[in-house]
């Protein structure tokens, strides 16, 4: 009977430490859709429920326009970078041991550097250059700090490849490109997409190496939002992240819903 109560007990414990850790986790984001559907501008007052919040956030230009740059950006950038750190594990892998191990510790110096270093070094060489800061420079910056993101995701990949397959393929005949595309890309595809989507989602939560980078009225959402802190976030901004998390959140389920669905075909 002891045991029973203790078990019950340390369920009940696990419980209530999980759901303090949702609550942490998730009461921020629901305190901002809360004040998103608010018709006064404070967020101490509530005066009423509103969904003006949302209209205006469709027809504000400076939130559009904050809008595409993030999400181009993102895109164009996470696109390039999985490219690059694709066709650059290809050659990691094509080396010697030690050049393989040299390469991939200079590959982690940028993971360890801080944000701000990145961003004012590659601020620094853009004007040495003589480049002017715009969206271009921007989208090489975010290309430039996704890349290492990418190759950690494909490597393990290219380690897993079966041994030998790539050359058995030339031996009967394939094409070098034929054959990386039959069987050397069907089974780097899984962390050749997880690294688009580190990449992507890397781009769009970049504040400070953007914020370093980019030009005169050159706008993302994070630069926007911080542009603000200074004389008061309008609600217009608090609409504008209920939208995106409710995006995210379809997108979560949807993945989920299809990944159950194919494993359940695979099991049958």
Not at 67 to 80: E, K, L, R
Not at 152 to 159: A, E, I, W, Y
């Amino acid at each position: 009977m002891n045991t029973l109560n203790r078990s019950k007990a340390g369920n009940i414990l696990r419980g209530l430490y999980l759901g303090f850790i949702l609550l942490f986790l998730y009461l921020p984001i629901a305190t901002l859709v809360v004040l998103s559907f608010n018709k006064s501008k404070s967020m101490s007052v509530w005066t009423g429920f509103t969904t003006s919040w949302y209209g205006d956030m469709f027809r504000n230009k400076q939130i559009i326009e904050a809008i595409w740059n993030t999400f181009s950006i993102a895109i164009v950038s996470a696109i390039i970078a999985t490219l690059i750190g694709t066709l650059a594990c290809v050659g990691i892998m094509a080396m010697g041991k030690r050049s393989k191990n040299t390469l991939m510790a200079l590959n982690n110096i940028p993971l360890l550097n801080a944000d701000i270093v990145i961003g004012i070094s590659l601020m620094m060489t853009f004007l040495v250059f003589g480049i002017s800061l715009s969206w271009g420079t921007v989208l090489l910056s975010h290309v430039t700090f996704s890349i290492p993101y990418v190759i950690l995701s494909v490597m393990p990949k290219f380690k897993q490849l079966t041994p030998n397959a790539y050359e058995a393929a030339l031996d009967l005949g394939a094409t070098p490109s034929y054959a990386f595309m039959k069987v050397v890309l069907p089974d780097i595809r899984p962390g050749i997409l997880s690294g688009f989507l580190l990449a992507f989602t890397m781009s769009v939560d970049d504040f400070v190496i953007t914020h370093f980078t980019r030009g005169a009225g050159i706008n993302t959402i994070s630069t926007l939002i911080y542009s603000q802190v200074k004389v008061g976030i309008r609600p217009t901004l608090f609409a504008l992240s209920t939208v995106i998390f409710i995006v995210v959140l379809i997108v979560l389920v949807a993945a989920n819903i299809i990944s159950n669905r194919k494993q359940g075909n695979e099991a049958a």
